[in-house]
């Protein structure tokens, strides 16, 4: 009976989508070092992403756009892409054990939600790692096409640069609409960029 942990990165961020994993470790090739990812250092995270990637049993990495945050909320489009990432492992688990304090409705398969999970649980620090190396790098991306708004620093958190570097140069299409901060600033009549 196959388990995976589920967990998401990036519910805070002000830019770029949410991802989350599910992972089915492999109990005959264990993983030393499995930790809530947002303990461990970027080069620890790195490396054991690619642990991960080699030993477990299955694994896969989703996402929910800016798009589809906006307009069914950060919270059901985090569940959105846990679906996701359920479904689309190759190996089909039993049940998941699910990093927080919900389950989503309609998920597909059955599920448990566990407070700090990703301290306790393995499989779920070894998603919380892979969902947030995925996102670091997708937000690494973005910042090679917006280089002026600093996205590999700040990974689209609320920082003083990224709020600083919005008012300066307007809101551009991966910033999240409904989101207080932008929601303010397109309020006051910032400039939208496109593209």
């Known amino acids: 009976m196959w388990v995976c942990g589920v967990d998401e990165a990036g519910r805070g961020p ?7 994993a599910a992972v089915i470790l492999d109990p005959e090739r264990p993983i030393d070092g499995l930790a809530d990812s947002k303990k461990l250092t970027a080069a ?3 490396s054991l992403a690619e ?10 990495v989703a996402s929910a756009s800016v798009e589809e945050i906006d307009r ?13 990432a359920v479904a689309g492992l190759a190996v089909v688990p039993a049940r998941a054990l699910i990093d927080g304090n919900r389950v989503p409705r309609q998920f597909p398969v059955a599920a448990e939600a ?7 649980e393995p499989a779920i620090s070894a998603a919380s790692i892979l969902a947030k190396t995925a996102r670091d790098a997708d ?9 002026d708004y ?46």
């Open 139 to 147: 937000l690494v991306a973005l910042d090679a096409r917006y280089p």
């Open 114 to 120: 566990i407070v700090k999970g990703d301290a306790t």
């Open 150 to 195: 600093g996205f590999a620093r700040h990974k689209g958190y609320p920082t003083a640069e990224h709020l600083a570097a919005i008012e300066r140069l307007g809101v551009l299409p991966i910033h999240r609409r409904t989101f207080g901060p932008v929601r303010v600033l397109l309020q006051a009549g910032q400039r939208e960029l496109f593209g």
């Open 44 to 46: 620890r995270r790195e």
């Open 72 to 84: 069914l909320n950060i919270l059901q489009a985090t569940f959105l892409a846990m679906q996701r």
């Open 51 to 60: 642990a991960i990637r080699e030993r477990a049993l299955a694994w896969h």
């Open 14 to 20: 002000l830019a770029g989508a949410v991802f989350a």
